[in-house]
Each structure stands twice: as C-alpha cells, then as structure tokens.
C-alpha cells in the first residue's frame, strides 16, 4: 500500500541536525498545522525527519517559525497510533512521526543572513 501525506505550517522550534553511523545527515523538526472553525482552533503537531541533502538544506534554512510544506509518509508508532503527550495546561496533545521525501519553504521573508524571520505558529506546547 502507498500513502502520502501533503502538509503546510509553521516550525515548533529550530531543526536539529544528527549523522546515520555511515555518515548520513538526517534532520528533525517539529512543525504545527492549524486550522479555525466555528470560532475555535486546532492545531496538530507533526514530528518531520528529512535525509540527505535536503535534511542539510533545512539544518541550514529554517527555524522556529518557518513556514513550509511537506511531502511524506506517516509513521505511526506500533499500536498504529500518534505519539501522545500531556501540555503545559493538563490537557493531552497528540504528534505523528513523518518522514519527509520533500520539503519546500514557504516564508518569503528572508533576513539578510539567508534565514528567515520568526513567524510564530500557535500557542500549543511542543512535544519534545
């Protein structure tokens, strides 16, 4: 069976680059996805891991607060469940592991080092 998931949203907090043992980069992060209706908000987290150069490009782009679309597969844990977290407030939160086969950036605003400026996604406690 094939799957794929298309996501558009902001970055939770900044990525973090790690290597494969036979040197491979691979690059997390955190991105929230939101959407309004009936005068609330929803926001659902994602848990992004990008390979190969792509995972370089976004260790060196992006930050909390970039926006970006993503491209990918999800993982569910071995339940076939999200991973389930408890927020700031004692309410329970869930975050699905993704693995990214692209990822595009979207903020359009570009400070003069190359990397963005801070667009906050909501106010939800990130996972991890």
């Known amino acids: 069976m094939y799957q794929k998931l298309i996501l558009i949203g902001n970055l939770g907090r900044d990525p973090e680059m790690r290597f494969t043992a036979d040197g ?14 009936k005068e609330k908000e929803e926001t659902a987290w994602f848990r992004i891991t990008v390979f190969g150069a792509q995972a370089e490009s976004c260790n060196q ?10 491209e990918g597969r999800l993982n569910p844990d071995t339940n076939g ?3 389930v977290y408890q927020k700031k407030d004692g309410t329970y939160g869930a975050s699905y ?12 605003n570009r400070t003069e080092d190359g990397g963005f400026e801070e667009d906050t996604p909501g106010d939800d406690e990130v996972p991890f």
């Open 97 to 108: 592991e993704v693995t990214a086969q692209s990822v595009r950036f979207l903020s359009s």
């Open 24 to 37: 491979k980069p691979v690059t997390s992060f955190s991105m929230a996805t939101s959407r309004k209706y």
């Open 81 to 83: 469940s999200p991973k």
């Open 61 to 70: 782009y992006l930050k909390k607060g970039s926006k970006v679309l993503v």
